[in-house]
């Protein structure tokens, strides 16, 4: 016989005759069984046992305050420049866009819209051929501030009689 069918052989008695030695389940025993797995389980990483940070001072270091004072100052910049940023969505676009249109046809500028020509430009809301360069778009001038001067004047003559 070979050396292979007689250790084969062996094997299979010794795992039959361990089978009948084991006891029989019965609900008055209270022994049990131990199972075994063939690597025992895992153990358990001393990683996960350990305290974070053991070793570590708890007290804030000096370059912590800096960098705390540093994130939150971007954060409020980041706030603000984002909160005031332009608005540059097709529909915000597309709105001032027809209403520059409707603008220039109102005021009798604009006949007939052409297809890709865009009316929301500085030279189609500002005169730049204006005379007077403080008043570009040629208002009429409010004479309130004259009003005052001759009330100021009018006192003046009062208190000097």
């Given at each position: 016989?070979?050396?292979?069918?007689?250790?084969?052989?062996?094997?299979?008695?010794?795992?039959?005759?361990?089978?009948?030695?084991?006891?029989?389940?019965?609900?008055s025993?209270?022994?049990?069984?131990?199972?075994?797995?063939?690597?025992?389980g895992?153990?358990?990483?001393?990683?996960m046992?350990?305290?974070?940070?053991?070793?570590?001072?708890?007290?804030?270091?000096?370059?912590?305050?800096t960098?705390?004072?540093?994130?939150?100052?971007?954060?409020?910049?980041?706030?603000?420049?984002?909160?005031?940023?332009?608005?540059?969505?097709?529909?915000?676009?597309?709105?001032?866009?027809?209403?520059?249109?409707?603008?220039?046809?109102?005021e009798?500028?604009?006949?007939?819209?052409?297809?890709?020509?865009h009316?929301?430009?500085?030279?189609?809301?500002?005169?730049?051929?204006?005379?007077?360069?403080?008043?570009?778009?040629?208002?009429?001038?409010?004479?309130?501030?004259?009003?005052?001067?001759?009330?100021?004047e009018?006192?003046?003559?009062?208190d000097?009689?």
């Amino acid at each position: 016989m070979s050396l292979v069918a007689s250790l084969a052989r062996r094997c299979t008695v010794r795992a039959a005759s361990n089978a009948r030695s084991l006891p029989a389940k019965s609900s008055s025993s209270a022994t049990a069984v131990q199972r075994r797995f063939m690597g025992g389980g895992q153990p358990i990483s001393r990683s996960m046992e350990a305290e974070l940070w053991q070793g570590h001072p708890k007290e804030p270091e000096g370059w912590e305050t800096t960098i705390y004072l540093t994130y939150a100052a971007s954060a409020v910049i980041l706030t603000f420049a984002l909160g005031f940023a332009p608005d540059t969505s097709i529909k915000t676009w597309a709105s001032s866009e027809a209403q520059a249109r409707l603008t220039l046809q109102a005021e009798g500028k604009l006949d007939k819209p052409v297809f890709g020509v865009h009316y929301d430009t500085p030279e189609n809301k500002f005169d730049f051929e204006s005379v007077n360069p403080d008043n570009p778009f040629n208002e009429d001038d409010d004479d309130d501030d004259d009003d005052d001067d001759e009330e100021e004047e009018e006192e003046e003559e009062e208190d000097d009689e």
